[in-house]
Structures are given as C-alpha cells and as structure tokens.
C-alpha cells in the first residue's frame, strides 16, 4: 500500500520503496551500524548488503496512512546493541515522520550478525 497525503491542492502518493530508502540510508548513518543483512530463507546465510540493494534489508508496510519500518542490520563488535538500536530507532523515527508527514507506529529491528571494523 502507498501512503497519501492530502493537500489543499492535490494529494500526494509516497510508494513504500522510496520510505524503505530513505530509512536506510539514514540507519546506515548511525554509529555502530556496518549495514543491512539479507538473509537467506533456504540456508539461513546473512550476507552484508551494498548501498545499492539496503533496501532488501529494510521492508516498509503502511496502513491507513501509518508506517511500520523492519530493519535487519549488521552491528559493530564491541557496541553496546541495545543502545546502537536506540538511537537507530529514534533518527530513523524522526526523520521518517519529517520526511513523510506520516506517523511511524512501530520500528523493529532484527540484528543479523556482527562484524569487526578495522
């Protein structure tokens, strides 16, 4: 589903897939993220994905105009996970809801693998 808004001019239409990019670039901003994870259904392999395919690592679905974001990330060794997804939550939230003039309901994040950074 897309997300609409309103206007006193017309109505806009966002596609989910420009939200899902959005969202991830901005994650990959966050200190303690290396990137997103695609994980293979078949084998259970989770391979660090490329900044042209992040969104395979971030799905958006959006009902009655409110967004649900999924991230599945690769975190650095070391880091505190509990807190590296804090603060992904929170960018991620604001910058979602200024970005769309939607509401972000829920943000979940699934943490793939970990992986040490030279």
Excluded: P, W
Aim: aromatic share 6%; charged share 25%.
């Amino acid at each position: 589903m897309k997300g609409q808004i309103n206007t006193d001019y017309g109505q806009i239409v966002i596609d989910e897939e420009v939200i899902a990019k959005y969202a991830g670039m901005n994650a990959l901003e966050c200190f303690g993220i290396v990137g997103m994870a695609s994980v293979s259904r078949r084998d259970g392999l989770v391979q660090l994905l490329k900044r042209d395919h992040l969104t395979k690592g971030v799905q958006v679905k959006i009902h009655e105009n409110k967004i649900e974001i999924d991230f599945h990330i690769i975190v650095v060794y070391g880091v505190s996970i509990a807190t590296v997804t804090e603060n992904l939550i929170e960018n991620v939230k604001y910058k979602v809801e200024t970005f769309t003039s939607m509401e972000v309901e829920k943000v979940n994040v699934y943490v793939e693998g970990v992986r040490i950074v030279d």
